[in-house]
């Protein structure tokens, strides 16, 4: 049987069905790596890096310069082993870093 075209579906309805059935590209608890953030790198990163997104364990962090990338490549581990750590999983399997206009969050 078709749905009516014109009857409405509640918001409610469609995240609900979207959180669960697991098709999201991303974990919402994910969500604590921007909260996290400042906390795990420090100030003086945060200033020059913010995580962008995740994807199926990949974090991108969009960095201020050249500089910050080649820094943070160094530390990367780290970086990850930490969030991992707070997060209490796997959540971030590779960080990647990128040169651009750093997200506010």
Avoid at 53 to 82: A, Y
């Amino acid at each position: 049987m078709e749905k009516d075209r014109n009857s409405l579906t509640s918001l409610k309805d469609i995240i609900g069905n979207l959180l669960g059935n697991g098709s999201l590209p991303f974990n919402p608890d994910d969500a604590g790596i921007w909260k996290f953030w400042d906390e795990i790198v420090g100030s003086a990163v945060s200033k020059n890096a913010r995580p962008s997104r995740i994807k199926n364990g990949m974090l991108r962090v969009t960095v201020s310069d050249p500089i910050w990338l080649q820094e943070l490549q160094f530390i990367e581990e780290s970086i990850r082993e930490k969030l991992n750590d707070k997060l209490g999983r796997n959540a971030v399997k590779k960080v990647e870093f990128k040169i651009g206009p750093k997200s506010e969050t």
